[in-house]
């Protein structure tokens, strides 16, 4: 599912929010760059995932040196895309080609908080449920458990 989404998002996003002018191809390139690069992030994760069930680690640990080193670019990305989408709704207005490109940031946004920071899908089962709907607090992502574990075995 995750896969599909790295194309399936961003031809949504042309497909809504065509850009006629410049800046709003430089906008809607660099946030569907900035989403997608996420979203394959997600795929291999849960490829990982699956794969170490089956009891081959190998992929998984790859997975982790390949988001330990993606965090940072994929930052760059997402500020990036923020200035792009800031000087198109300056110069172009708000536009479908501008709303298209906050709306991938935002994606961006949620799933770098989703890998990388907490859990915010709190659907998945059922005790998930019950901590988001008692507000006391969100649980550690996953995978960014995964990558603190990584990142101090590399010390």
Do not use: D, E, H, T
């Given at each position: 599912m995750e896969?599909?989404?790295?194309?399936?998002?961003?031809a949504l996003a042309?497909?809504?929010?065509?850009?006629g002018a410049f800046l709003e191809w430089i906008a809607l390139a660099v946030s569907a760059l900035a989403a997608s690069s996420l979203l394959v992030v997600g795929a291999i994760y849960w490829f990982g995932v699956s794969r170490r069930l089956r009891g081959d680690r190998s992929l998984f640990r790859r997975w982790l040196a390949v988001a330990d080193q993606a965090e940072r670019p994929i930052l760059a990305l997402?500020?990036?895309?923020?200035?792009a989408v800031a000087g198109a709704l300056v110069m172009e207005g708000w536009t479908s080609a501008v709303i298209a490109a906050l709306v991938l940031i935002v994606l961006a946004v949620l799933e770098y908080i989703?890998?990388?920071r907490w859990q915010l899908q709190h659907f998945d089962n059922w005790a998930d449920f019950r901590r988001l709907l008692s507000l006391s607090?969100?649980?550690?992502a996953h995978s960014a458990r995964e990558l603190a574990t990584y990142r101090a075995s590399l010390r």
């Open positions: 896969a599909a989404n790295v194309v399936l998002v961003p042309v497909y809504f929010g065509w850009p997402i500020v990036a895309a923020a200035f989703n890998y990388y607090g969100l649980k550690r």
